[in-house]
């Protein structure tokens, strides 16, 4: 009958019909006990699915990704299944998994409060422990219509009559619960173990339509081991305490208003910050070859229709009229801005690779539940650059914006990066063959590169395939901040052209560019990455004088005229406040460097000196001090 064929290459012979968990038992015991689920010829299936036929088969475990991700969409059911035991009545809607966990929707009157939290959570472990079996069952589209409506579910017969006709529909029963899934799942509740946490109760509109009605969401977690569960959790604290938002408060950088909603009130110590990223950035690409623009931040529409944006993000757009009638948008990006500088006069071959770059502050509309501090803003801006190039140009230039986003991260605190590859989304602009052209080009400079990477398809802009570069911050999370795209539509589209060596007018392609992505993105990350704890040199505020007593203050604010000459961001503290009081206020505002002068350091010709997160204090001579702060100012520059 079936043979199996196994990732290593061997094959497993069977005479007559047999399941994933035979299979694995065949391998090995251990194999056995441990497996979670199975991909035939990769497809994901149940342990229990009957193979009848020559194939690939692969076993996961909680180990892999596939394994994980099958115990929370069983704990997902067990969540659902618990409600109902404890609530009747409730109905249940939609529980997908999610990133490090999943959810479920729920339709009940009252809500659902913290102590039922607790108790459905209790409840749920109660169902681990009674280890009843999971099956699967094939019915009729018309059958699972009449079943859920007559048990009251009515959202869940909704969803089965938006189901084509003729494609089937599969039941998963655990113990008598059941529900509508694809799967697959485990074989018993047993196996998802214990290590799941509900973390909290949110609103959210059936089937995300805010004219449905409004819902229950109860979001959880779920691991493989309480190890696992543990450090997560763990993560999670450490997380809280690293909030942009609270350290933005402490550090006096920051703050967001109702009456501007995604968009930031930078503070003096915040925009320095800002403003010292840029001035980094700008030493960087003017090493690097750039060319600094501006562009207008408000262009005509008849721009972004012939561009594609109207088309392909107009909803996403702020728009105005003028009194004659014109209709204008906010930027959203600053590509078309760019081609028309690239425009402006006769282009030739030798003038490539031109590379334009621009701080250009954009407007993106999200809506109000999305946004979230610094990392998900309307108005933001945009270290944006495109370089035009010719088609020869494309891997060189690639890899040139590959090594710098890369030396810019490392300089930065960041070292761990990886690369992601996005290919053509199903709603784009341009021949197939001009994409086959751009995706093949940046997947050679992908892969030239050496790094790791993986393929994310069907998620390249409209316009263009593109790499995402994701770095890892000190804590373990994932945060995708630079791109590279390439794109052989919108220079032709706008009219862009090179006279080339022969004499002909050529299209340059474009490659589209951003290091951090968003400004205040980045600024967010930075804080969260480093607790509020910036490098010396990024610091908005780096030093603060304290005198000890009053008769000291002549010395500090000679110190400081010293140092302000430097170009050192420094203050002096002259407040009738205990001294031990403005330490623990200025090391809660994160300076990185507080300077006490008493008798004895002005008697001396010294400055005592306390570092951010230590206890221990150093005296050194006012001229050694002065040399090593300027030493520590310097940008890291390669």
Known sequence: MPTIILPDGNNLEFSKKTTGLEVAEKISKSLAKQAMVIAIDGQLRDLDFVIDKDCSVKIFT????????????DTAHILAMAVQEIFPGTQVTIGPVIENGFYYDFARKEPFTEDDLKKIENKMK??????VATKREVWSREKAIEHFKKKGEIYKAELIESIPKGEEVSIYF????????????????????????????????????SNNEMLQRIYGTSWATQKD?????????????????????????????????????????????????????????????????????????LLWEKSGHWEKYGENMYTSETPDEKVFAIKPMNCPGHIQVFNQGLKSYRDL????????????????????????????????AHIFCSEDQI??????????????????????????????????VGDDKIWDKAEASLLEAVKASKLEYSINKG??????????????????????????????????????????????KKVPVMLHRALFGSLERFIGILIENYAGKLPFWLSPNQVVILPIAEENNDYVKKLFEELFKEGIKCEVDLRNQKINYKIREHSLAKVPMILVCGMKEVSENTVTVRRLGSDKQETFKKDELIKNILNANKLPLN
């Open 126 to 131: 109660e169902i681990v422990d009674r280890d």
């Open 62 to 73: 909680s180990k892999n990704k596939e394994g994980l991700e099958t115990i929370r969409h």
């Open 229 to 301: 569960l543990d450090d997560y959790l763990k993560k999670l604290e450490e997380a809280e305490k690293r909030d942009h938002r609270k350290l933005g408060r402490e550090m006096d950088l920051f703050h967001f208003r109702e009456e501007s909603p995604g968009s930031v009130f930078w503070h003096e110590k915040g925009w320095a910050l800002f403003q010292k990223l840029i001035n980094y950035m700008r030493s960087r690409q003017d090493a690097a070859g750039y060319k600094e623009v501006n562009t207008p931040e408000v262009l005509d529409r």
């Open 459 to 504: 998620e390249g802009a409209f316009y263009g395939p593109k790499i995402e570069f994701v770095l890892r911050d000190a804590i373990g999370r994932d945060w995708q901040c630079g791109t590279l795209q390439v794109d052989f539509n919108l220079p032709g589209r706008l009219d862009a052209s090179y006279v080339d060596k022969d004499g002909t």
């Open 353 to 384: 690779p031109l590379r334009i770059t621009e701080f250009g502050k954009v407007h993106r509309y999200e809506p109000s539940g999305a946004l979230h501090g610094l990392l998900r803003v309307r108005a933001f801006t945009q270290d944006d």
């Open 395 to 428: 891997t060189s230039e690639c890899l040139k914006v590959t090594n710098l986003i890369l030396d810019i991260y490392k300089d930065l605190g960041f070292e761990n990066v990886i690369l992601k590859y996005a290919d053509r989304p199903e709603v784009r």
């Open 174 to 209: 655990h113990g008598e619960w059941h529900d509508l899934c694809r799967g697959p799942h485990l074989s018993s509740t047993g196996k998802i173990g214990k290590y799941f946490k509900l973390m909290k109760v949110s609103g959210a509109y059936w089937r995300g339509d």
